[in-house]
């Protein structure tokens, strides 16, 4: 990760203002900001890691991801083929998130299966929000939407340029 990655990047979001996303290396990730609720994720220390993933792991046995300082549930997909398979699902308080690519460059937030926002990042703490007209879009959104794409990045390739990049590696 470069040095950016341990200075806080701030943003101005369309709906709620200053939102600031501290990435500390692979080790942890705050979002947080005058409108919305603080976000943390932390990454087992010593736990292995991946230098493609900004927090260092999929596994959800290694993070813990807190909102307003109480923990949530936590649930990346391994990421292998499909655009699905890096999806990332979290549950606070009987709400289910859920963010997934459903671009190359980005990942659409639901909330409780509602589509209400589009995020992008390529995993160096910047990430840019745009806020769905006929969503009703909560501080809560933000705060998660923020945190999973700024650890986990967004977007990914369609699954039939992967297998043609799988099958091109293979060939001599």
């Known amino acids: 990760m470069n040095d950016t990655a341990h200075t806080?990047?701030?943003?101005?979001?369309?709906?709620?203002?200053?939102?600031?996303?501290?990435?500390?290396?692979?080790?942890s990730l705050v979002v947080e900001g005058e409108?919305?609720?603080?976000?943390?994720?932390?990454?087992?220390?010593?736990?292995?890691?991946?230098?493609?993933?900004?927090?260092?792991?999929?596994?959800?046995?290694?993070?813990?991801?807190?909102?307003?300082?109480?923990?949530?549930?936590?649930?990346?997909?391994?990421?292998?083929?499909?655009?699905?398979?890096?999806?990332?699902?979290?549950?606070?308080?009987?709400?289910?998130?859920?963010?997934?690519p459903d671009s190359i460059p980005s990942s659409r937030l639901t909330r409780d299966g509602i589509h209400v926002g589009d995020f992008s990042s390529d995993g160096d703490g910047r990430v840019i929000a745009e806020w769905r007209e006929d969503a009703e879009v909560e501080p809560l959104d933000a705060s998660v939407g923020y945190a999973l794409a700024a650890a986990f990045g967004t977007g990914a390739q369609p699954m039939w340029m992967m297998a043609i990049d799988a099958v091109s590696t293979a060939l001599p």
């Open 8 to 27: 806080p990047i701030s943003t101005t979001d369309d709906r709620f203002g200053d939102v600031s996303v501290h990435l500390a290396g692979q080790e």
């Open 35 to 100: 409108q919305i609720p603080r976000v943390t994720l932390d990454r087992t220390p010593g736990s292995e890691r991946e230098d493609h993933i900004a927090i260092g792991t999929r596994d959800p046995e290694q993070l813990t991801m807190t909102i307003d300082g109480r923990q949530v549930k936590l649930d990346p997909a391994k990421g292998k083929l499909s655009r699905r398979s890096y999806r990332v699902d979290v549950e606070h308080e009987g709400t289910a998130y859920r963010l997934v």
